[in-house]
Every structure is written in structure tokens, then in C-alpha cells.
């Protein structure tokens, strides 16, 4: 039996929610390394495999240690349920192939990460669900895109890199007066920052691979809504498709879920510091981070997030020349595009995360050749200034 802590705050609900004792008395949560289960006897199998009595076969369906990451996680999102899946594209892929069928019209964020507009453009549309793309922040845009068939709208929020900030609750009244479901992927904030059903979501989607591990260890995912939606339908995709997460990844990330409110503070008090300060050098011709008060949403992130999260997008002087020299002059922070861990990392994204899209659409979406991103890890935020300053020093 898990105990309930649906009562209690945030942070106990977090290291709390979900655990399973088992008769050795075990403090820290167990890990079940096993892809099936036993039976007392042929009824006993039987009632199992009929339904009538619950509890596990195989851990293609449950695994404890999976359920113990599903429930904390549902716990903290305030969802009813939650499905784990061996990673964030799995966690998007299960969604869609379990809410929605031929014939059926997606409307996205232009903003998402650059492989889900690849599962949207090159194989759900092979599956007849057709996606748009729209303005995230433009209300108008996501009115005009929708048509009779349009099943689901989909965003980050805040996007990546440019810190765009959607409002959730007029999309949220959009979805609901055109029927559709409003998904949102929630990787950024994750729900020690930004809880989205609160707001109108119906479903929530995450890499788990970035802030909720936190630590760059796991890839993984999740999704989370209401029992029918989710606890049913994503669900029996999943049993039955199979790309589940192995335990040792859901006891990496229920761990992760211990500390993430903790670390979602520290990244986002470093990432204000870190853009307040850029914003201040002479080199830096712009930077775009919610938090800051310059920022053209910073009221509707307030309302909505209770942090602005680890993610900094800035304009160098000197074009791309510019920013690969500062890169180049770090001696430490980590070139790379990973984000969401405890070390600071460094990307330019025209020439990786967004290098495969023309030029015309990425200046659309703001990366220009100046634009670098750095996602704030919990080292010394005075360290990682040094060695940024070190790039500054030569533009
Ligand atoms: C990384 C990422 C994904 C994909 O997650 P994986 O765990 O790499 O499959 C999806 N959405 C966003 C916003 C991401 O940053």
C-alpha cells in the first residue's frame, strides 16, 4: 500500500509520494529489477491476467519502482495519473498515438523542441494527422489555425531558447470552446515551478532526461492527466507498444524528484543573477530570460510560474564571429546542448540545436548568428560570469 500525501505541500509530496515499503524496511525506495512476476497458484495467474484482480504480470504493463516515479510525479503535477516512457519523444509519440487517428488536425507552437516537429512533419502526417504551426504567443494565430478536425494543440512554455511565455489559461479556454485537448510540454519549469492543469491543461508531457533528472544521468519521459486520458488511454498504448521506462531510470528520476524543487530555485535565483548582469554588458546587445523585468511578458510569467527556470538566451555583438569566440574562450562551462543539468552548459544555436532550419525561419523565430544559450547550472554563479567574462573580454 503507498501512503496518500495528496495533503501535503510541495516539497513533501516530493520525497514522499509514491514509496512502497516493502517487509525489509527499507528507507530509501527499492529498486525491482524484474521483467515478470510470479503467481501462488493457476487462479491466482488466471485473476491476474483476467483483470480481477489487480497488481503485475510484466513490466512492459507495471513495475513498482516505475509506479513509485508515476505516482510522485502525478503527486507534484497535481494529474491524476501519470505514465512513465523511456523517453520525451516516447512520452510525445504515446500521446498522439493514443488521443488521436486519421484525420485528425494538430495545432503547434512553431517554438518546440526541433525532433517533435520532426515526429509531427515526417511520421505522424504519415499517419493522416496533419500539424500547423503558429505564433506561440499570438492568441489570433492559434484561433485562425484551428479547423473542424483540430483534435489537439501543443507548446512549451516558457520556449526554448527565446523565452517566449505562452498564456495557458486563454489557450486553455480556446481548447475547450473548439473541443480540442490542450497539451503542454512542461520540460522547462517542470511542476516545482509551473503546474499547467491547474491552469486548464489537459496533459502535460516531459523529458524527464533534463530538470527532473537534473543531473544528465537518464533519458526518459512522462505524461500526466486525468485517469481516463492518461490512466487508461496513454496508458494502453504504452502496455502495448512498449517503450516503457526500465526501473533503474524511474529510481534515478523518483530521486530526482527529491531534490527538484530545491534545484529548480537555485537554477532560476543563478539564471536571474546570470541575466541581470548580461544585460549590463556593453557586448551584449539583448537578453531573453523571462525573469527579467525588461522581458515583454514578465507579468503573465509571474502569474503563471513561480520562477523563471535555468534557461538564458543573449545577443552578442560580432554576429556568429562573436558568439563562437565566446564560446571558444570558456575554459569550463560545458559545449554542449543538453540542458536541465547541474553543469552550466553552453550552445549557439544557428549552428546546432536550429542549424538545420533556413535562415529566413530562424531569424523568424529570433536565433540570430549573435545568439547564444546557456542553461544556468548550480555552480558558483560568480564562476560561470568569470568565464563568460573571459569571452566578453575579447568582443
Ligand atoms: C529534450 C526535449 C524533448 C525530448 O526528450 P528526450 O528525453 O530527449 O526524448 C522534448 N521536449 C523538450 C522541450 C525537450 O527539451
Given at each position: 500500500m503507498t501512503q496518500s500525501f495528496d495533503d501535503k505541500g510541495f516539497a513533501t509530496r516530493g520525497v514522499r509520494a509514491g514509496q512502497i515499503r516493502t517487509p525489509e524496511g527499507e528507507h530509501?525506495?527499492?529498486?525491482?529489477?524484474?521483467?515478470?512476476?510470479?503467481?501462488?497458484?493457476?487462479?491466482?495467474?488466471?485473476?491476474?491476467?483476467?483483470g480481477e484482480e489487480p497488481g503485475n504480470i510484466y513490466s512492459?504493463?507495471?513495475?513498482?519502482?516505475?509506479?513509485?516515479?508515476?505516482?510522485?510525479?502525478?503527486?507534484?503535477?497535481?494529474?491524476?495519473?501519470?505514465?512513465?516512457?523511456?523517453?520525451?519523444?516516447?512520452?510525445?509519440?504515446?500521446?498522439?498515438?493514443?488521443?488521436?487517428?486519421?484525420?485528425?488536425?494538430?495545432?503547434?507552437?512553431?517554438?518546440?523542441?526541433?525532433?517533435?516537429?520532426?515526429?509531427?512533419?515526417?511520421?505522424?502526417?504519415?499517419?493522416?494527422?496533419?500539424?500547423?504551426?503558429?505564433?506561440?504567443?499570438?492568441?489570433e494565430d492559434w484561433k485562425r489555425a484551428i479547423k473542424p478536425n483540430t483534435k489537439a494543440l501543443f507548446l512549451e512554455t516558457p520556449s526554448n531558447p527565446m523565452n517566449e511565455i505562452a498564456d495557458l489559461a486563454a489557450l486553455s479556454a480556446l481548447a475547450k470552446a473548439n473541443d480540442c485537448l490542450l497539451i503542454v510540454d512542461n520540460c522547462f519549469c517542470t511542476p516545482a515551478l509551473q503546474q499547467p492543469l491547474a491552469l486548464g491543461a489537459d496533459i502535460?508531457?516531459?523529458?524527464?532526461?533534463?530538470?527532473?533528472?537534473?543531473?544528465?544521468?537518464?533519458?526518459?519521459?512522462?505524461?500526466?492527466?486525468?485517469?481516463?486520458?492518461?490512466?487508461?488511454?496513454?496508458?494502453?498504448?504504452?502496455?502495448?507498444?512498449?517503450?516503457?521506462?526500465?526501473?533503474?531510470?524511474?529510481?534515478?528520476?523518483?530521486?530526482?524528484?527529491?531534490?527538484?524543487?530545491?534545484r529548480m530555485n537555485a537554477h532560476s535565483a543563478s539564471a536571474l543573477a546570470l541575466a541581470t548582469w548580461l544585460e549590463q554588458q556593453p557586448q551584449v546587445t539583448k537578453v531573453f530570460y523571462a525573469g527579467l523585468p525588461s522581458h515583454p511578458q514578465h507579468e503573465l510569467a509571474k502569474k503563471q510560474q513561480s520562477a523563471f527556470s535555468g534557461l538564458?538566451?543573449?545577443?552578442?555583438?560580432?554576429?556568429?564571429?562573436?558568439?563562437?569566440?565566446?564560446?571558444?574562450?570558456t575554459e569550463w562551462l560545458s559545449i554542449t546542448a543538453n540542458l536541465g543539468?547541474?553543469?552550466?552548459s553552453i550552445t549557439h544555436p544557428a549552428t546546432t540545436t536550429h542549424g538545420r532550419i533556413s535562415p529566413e525561419a530562424r531569424l523568424a523565430s529570433g536565433i540570430s548568428d549573435g545568439l547564444l544559450r546557456i542553461s544556468v547550472g548550480l555552480e558558483n554563479v560568480e564562476d560561470i560570469q568569470a568565464d563568460l567574462q573571459r569571452g566578453l573580454d575579447l568582443l
Open positions: 530509501s525506495e527499492p529498486i525491482f529489477p524484474t521483467s515478470s512476476y510470479v503467481f501462488d497458484s493457476a487462479e491466482h495467474a488466471a485473476a491476474r491476467f483476467s512492459r504493463f507495471t513495475n513498482p519502482t516505475v509506479r513509485t516515479f508515476e505516482q510522485r510525479l502525478a503527486a507534484l503535477e497535481g494529474g491524476e495519473s501519470a505514465v512513465a516512457t523511456s523517453s520525451g519523444m516516447s512520452a510525445i509519440l504515446s500521446t498522439f498515438m493514443a488521443l488521436l487517428a486519421a484525420g485528425d488536425h494538430v495545432v503547434s507552437s512553431q517554438s518546440v523542441f526541433g525532433t517533435t516537429r520532426v515526429l509531427f512533419d515526417k511520421y505522424l502526417s504519415k499517419f493522416g494527422i496533419e500539424t500547423d504551426y503558429v505564433d506561440l504567443t499570438n492568441i502535460v508531457v516531459h523529458s524527464a532526461t533534463k530538470y527532473i533528472d537534473g543531473q544528465g544521468r537518464c533519458v526518459g519521459g512522462a505524461v500526466v492527466g486525468d485517469a481516463k486520458l492518461v490512466g487508461q488511454e496513454v496508458y494502453g498504448f504504452l502496455r502495448t507498444a512498449g517503450p516503457t521506462m526500465s526501473p533503474f531510470n524511474a529510481w534515478t528520476f523518483l530521486k530526482g524528484l527529491e531534490t527538484l524543487e530545491l538564458i538566451a543573449f545577443e552578442v555583438k560580432g554576429g556568429k564571429e562573436g558568439a563562437w569566440k565566446l564560446v571558444n574562450a543539468d547541474t553543469k552550466t
